[in-house]
């Protein structure tokens, strides 16, 4: 090793606090990348794997009852690979020890077989044996949230008759990796479960001998989905078709594809931010610590030392640093990714999730790290070489310091020395005063975005379980019913109020634009389920015409007074033409509403609803589910509470758990370049705080100057901050806005305050460190150094 | 001596001027002199007289406003420093001169064996560090680190720097400032025996007038010009000064 390499690693052991504070900069923005990355890559994977291995359908085509034979000749039509028929079938299940109503579907089997196409991933046990009509496989996280296994038994109710059902498996399927119910946001384990039975069984049970109700379809290699949607379309509407279906419009693709986006949009976004941030930070950094290093390098170069031979030698004191907090930035990523990846595994039923770091990602991070790095070093080594070794060697001219405002105005004179020394000293080095600002103002900001993630989402459900969704209970019935089924449910135990809603599932077309979702119909100002702006108004619906989310209008590029094609894709399947009659800026889902008593109109109909939302006295909830549970047209029973609870836990796992990672992450941010600007400064100035000392100055008169300057640095460093701050929100506002949620763009004065907190905290703890320093000043050792 | 012997160093006219915050410096004003092989020169002057800048010139150090600097290399080779550029004179330091600084100026974080290899290290033909430090007795200190070794033994460390890569020229900028009477002689005594053994051309600048006496030549720098040459007809022993 040759002796400027042992002097670099000698350097490195007596800058490692400040390395370890740059080396932590780096693996913070190192890190974001890797997790959000490796994260998003191995969900995409599992996705794609499962769906390949278990050959998930492209198209869907429910229908009410179409006879088996028509397969056949279906099956000859032009790019068509597999096809599939089955038995669907809605379901309500008893499991003995759990009061609460549960729903789920049922889907037929070929007997004893896998199905060809939506194959079992069997976790447990088998498929149910040929010509058994007892037996059922159940999925998984149903399974778990009641502890069931192979061989025990459930009660189901199919189609109004009781069946009692013996588990002969327990598995997951590429079409329910999201198992919520269809009318749920959220995955409710306890109360929705996917149940797979034999056809014959499940035909008889439900009256579809010699039928199916759903259709899969996998299409060949470059065949056109759109074109194949409209021939089976055509050929299968007299058994009452819906409509083709795609991926798109299956909720668990559809969900996932959503927690995709969200995550590539995090991905691209967040470390784009946090990377940039510690790259600049690095740069301003690795320059301040290479000016510091000026007498041994003009040392260096008076002996002849090349100015090439130089650069490559603080090069490498920064490509050191670099690479530590590069692979630091790795080692936590990826770490951290598994335990998320774990959390999304919750959620996401894969049948198998690998993670691996993406190479492209690892290049990525240290690529930019160490350009940043490079770069800083490079500006200050090149300034510090051009100039002739004498001048380094000499001490520095002393600074032309000059009378200012700051003497001639009454503050000014009104200052005692050392904060007249602190003030000047910021005045004489703007650009260094003003860089060690933005720096500590970027980590501000970053503190900021993370305070904002955490507190948009909370009041974004605040408000939808508040303000929007102020029913207990959401029922949806089996059938269109008449209104005055709402008369019934008024005189149920324990009903205090009941609004009833008619919905139909729909196509809004605007132009070549289409959107499939569902039209809502309730009371022309609904109590229950208020519809709200962003700022929390209630709007009431407006007399004829439809009102859509703002987020919906925008996809479907429409405006007020436009006018909307909507195609009904059940009943009568009517297309109609309304205007465009208002918007809403809601932040959660998108909607359709318009007033019940239209709707039934435009569907030609009397008086009839889906569903009713309930308003419930707690007390008597229990006897309230039970006789909700007899009633025979009940197919759903909603709880609000529990939805509440699901959504939150979901958001408290994964959004808020990144967040509070890159909250953590824009700590160790603020903390590394507040301690590394005092540092800095501290050597920077040692020798004229000795001189102070020797001069008689106490050491808490002296620490003053140098705590001065740090807190008035970081007191500058907080407004800029929020402003930043508010970009950085603004920013991941943008890029998280999508089908499920728009996070509302509202700053809280906790955000303002949690990011001047978090610098001043950082600011405190660097205080003591650079005060326990001060007391180790050698006096005499700095003085004898130069002239 | 010097009638017969070769110039090493050959200075004319030489100026520089420095700007310092809101002050122009004129340290040198015009400087014409003669260094020459093997021999001993002590350059006196008052703190401000020039000699730092001079010597510094011409140690590639720093560049001259006016005038030129030659030197001449032991085959005869001369190099023009006045015009030369960041990277010629780079050269030049590394080859043919050796620096010692009134502050020692070693590197706080390696050894003294570290320290002169540092220059070995580049060097063509150099003295093992273990040689070097042998010549100024710190043959026992090899691992010792700067904060560890007294003023006089930290200007011999750098003493041993400067000559472990054999230069033909070693200037010195105030040695002994730094130390006490007994350790600067023991300091000069080295220097003197190093010209003596190896031929080392040795320039000496100081403000302290007795070490004049030591010398092959005096120089007295005065305001940034040559006052008066004075050749000694005979060298007094360093171990014989006493101030």
């Known amino acids: 090793m040759s002796t400027l390499h042992r002097k670099l690693l000698r350097d490195l052991l007596r800058l490692k606090g400040q390395s370890l504070a740059i080396a932590a900069v780096i693996a913070s923005g190192v890190m974001t990348l890797i997790l959000a990355v490796t994260t998003l890559d191995a969900l995409t994977r599992a996705q794609s794997d499962f769906y390949a291995s278990h050959h998930y359908p492209d198209l869907f085509v429910d229908v009410k009852r179409a006879p088996l034979g028509l397969v056949d000749h279906l099956q000859t039509l032009d790019g068509v690979s597999r096809m599939a028929p089955r038995v669907r079938a809605g379901v309500r299940l008893a499991v003995t020890g759990f009061d609460d109503p549960v729903r789920g579907q049922i889907l037929s089997l070929p007997d004893g077989r896998q199905p060809s196409l939506n194959r079992l991933h069997l976790v447990a046990g088998s498929l149910p044996e040929a010509g058994r009509a007892d037996q059922a496989v159940v999925s998984d996280a149903f399974a778990e949230a009641h502890g069931l296994a192979p061989g025990d038994t459930l009660e189901a109710i199919i189609d109004g008759r009781q069946t009692r059902l013996r588990l002969s498996g327990i598995a997951r399927s590429p079409e329910v990796i999201y198992q919520a119910a269809p009318t749920d946001l959220l995955p409710d384990y306890q109360r929705y479960a996917t149940l797979w039975m034999n056809e014959r069984a499940l035909a008889n049970a439900f009256g579809m001998e010699g039928a199916f109700n759903q259709l899969l379809v996998t299409l060949q290699p470059g065949a056109d989905a759109a074109t194949l949607g409209n021939e089976l379309d055509q050929a299968l509407a007299r058994y009452g078709a819906t409509g083709t279906q795609t991926r798109h419009d299956q909720q668990s693709h559809r969900f996932l594809e959503e927690e995709l986006a969200q995550q590539r949009a995090q991905a691209a976004i967040l470390p784009t931010i946090f990377l940039a941030v510690s790259a600049f930070l690095l740069n301003v950094v690795m320059g301040r610590i290479i000016r510091t290093q000026r007498e041994p390098l003009a040392m260096l170069k008076a002996f002849g030392y090349r100015d090439g031979e130089l650069a490559r030698h603080y090069g490498l004191l920064a490509g050191l640093i670099v690479l530590l907090g590069w692979a630091l930035g790795v080692a936590l990523g990826a770490w951290a990714a598994r335990g998320l990846g774990g959390i999304y595994a919750e959620y996401f039923r894969f049948a198998e999730m690998h993670f691996r770091v993406p190479a492209w990602a690892m290049a990525l991070a240290l690529g930019v790290a160490g350009i940043a790095a490079l770069l800083g070093t490079w500006h200050a080594v090149w300034r510090a070489v051009r100039e002739p070794p004498a001048a380094a060697m000499r001490p520095p001219a002393p600074q032309r310091f000059r009378r200012t405002w700051l003497e001639r105005s009454a503050l000014g004179r009104g200052l005692g020395h050392e904060a007249r020394i602190v003030l000047r000293h910021l005045l004489r080095h703007p650009a260094k005063a003003g860089l060690s600002v933005a720096g500590i103002a970027l980590s501000a900001g970053l503190l900021m975005m993370g305070a904002y993630q955490l507190g948009a989402v909370d009041k974004m459900l605040d408000q939808q379980y508040r303000q929007v969704m102020r029913m207990d209970i959401e029922l949806t019935f089996s059938e269109v019913t008449p209104a005055r089924a709402a008369g019934e449910l008024r005189h149920q135990p324990g009903v205090l109020a009941v609004e009833t809603w008619r919905r139909v599932p729909v196509t809004l077309m605007h132009e070549h634009r289409e959107y499939r979702t569902s039209l809502l119909g309730t009371e022309a100002q609904p109590q229950l389920r208020q519809i709200l702006d962003i700022d929390g108004h209630p709007q009431a619906l407006p007399g004829d015409g439809v009102m859509l989310t703002r987020f919906l209008a925008e996809l479907l590029q429409a405006e007020v007074g436009d006018t909307l094609e909507i195609a009904v894709l059940d009943g009568r399947r009517q297309r109609l033409t309304l205007p465009l009659a208002a918007l809403v800026d809601e932040p959660i889902g998108v909607g359709a509403y318009l007033q019940r008593d239209s709707l039934n109109a435009l569907l030609g109909e009397g008086p009839a609803i889906s569903g009713a939302w309930l308003l419930v006295d707690p007390d008597q909830a229990d006897r309230l589910h039970r006789a909700l549970h007899q009633l025979p047209r009940v197919a759903g029973i909603g709880l609000l509470s529990e939805a509440e609870r699901g959504i939150r836990d979901y958001m408290d796992e994964t959004i808020l758990m990144f967040a509070l990672v890159f909250v953590a992450l824009a700590g160790s941010i603020a903390f590394g370049v507040i301690y590394n600007n005092a540092r800095i400064t501290f050597a920077e100035r040692a020798r004229e705080l000795a001189t102070l000392r020797v001069l008689g100055y106490t050491r808490s008169e002296v620490a003053r100057i140098l705590l001065g300057e740090i807190a008035l640095i970081t007191a500058l460093a907080i407004p800029l901050g929020w402003l930043i701050g508010i970009g950085f929100s603004a920013l991941l506002n943008q890029a998280f806005s999508n089908d499920l949620f728009r996070v509302p763009l509202v700053l809280t004065p906790y955000a303002f305050g949690f990011a001047a907190a978090g610098v001043i905290a950082a600011s405190l703890v660097v205080a003591v460190l650079v005060i326990r320093r001060l007391g180790r000043l050698d006096m005499i050792g700095v003085l004898k150094a130069v002239e | ?243």
């Not at chain 2, 006219?13 to 014409?32: E, H, N, W």
């Not at chain 2, 006089?152 to 230069?167: L, N, Y």
Request: net charge negative; hydrophobic share 40%; charged share 20%.
């Open chain 2, 1 to 243: 001596m010097h009638d017969s012997a070769q110039a090493v160093f050959q200075t004319r006219g030489l100026k520089r001027f420095y700007q310092m915050g809101d002050v122009t410096i004129q340290a040198l004003r015009g400087v014409d002199l003669e260094l020459f092989s093997g021999e001993l020169v002590v350059m006196l002057g008052a703190s401000g007289s020039g000699k730092s800048t001079l010597l510094n010139i011409m140690g590639g150090l720093d560049s001259a406003s006016e005038g030129s600097v030659h030197y001449i290399d032991h085959s005869r080779h001369t190099h023009e420093l006045t015009h030369a550029s960041q990277r010629q004179l780079t050269e030049f330091r590394r080859h043919h001169v050796g620096f010692v600084f009134q502050f020692y100026n070693l590197i706080s974080s390696l050894t003294a064996r570290e320290n002169v290899a540092i220059v070995t290290d580049i060097s063509r033909d150099p003295m093992t560090p273990e040689e070097a430090l042998a010549m100024v007795g710190l043959e026992q200190r090899l691992d010792h680190f700067p904060s560890q070794l007294s003023g006089g033994e930290q200007q011999r460390v750098a003493i041993a720097r400067a000559i472990a890569k054999r230069p033909e020229v070693l200037l010195c900028d105030e040695p002994t400032g730094a130390l006490d009477f007994r350790t600067g002689i023991r300091v000069l005594e080295v220097l003197e025996t190093l010209n003596r053994t190896t031929g080392t051309t040795l320039a000496i600048i100081t403000h302290n007038e007795v070490i004049g006496e030591m010398a092959d030549r005096v120089i007295r720098l005065r305001d940034g010009q040559v006052g008066d040459i004075h050749a000694n007809t005979q060298r007094t022993p360093p171990g014989e000064l006493r101030w």
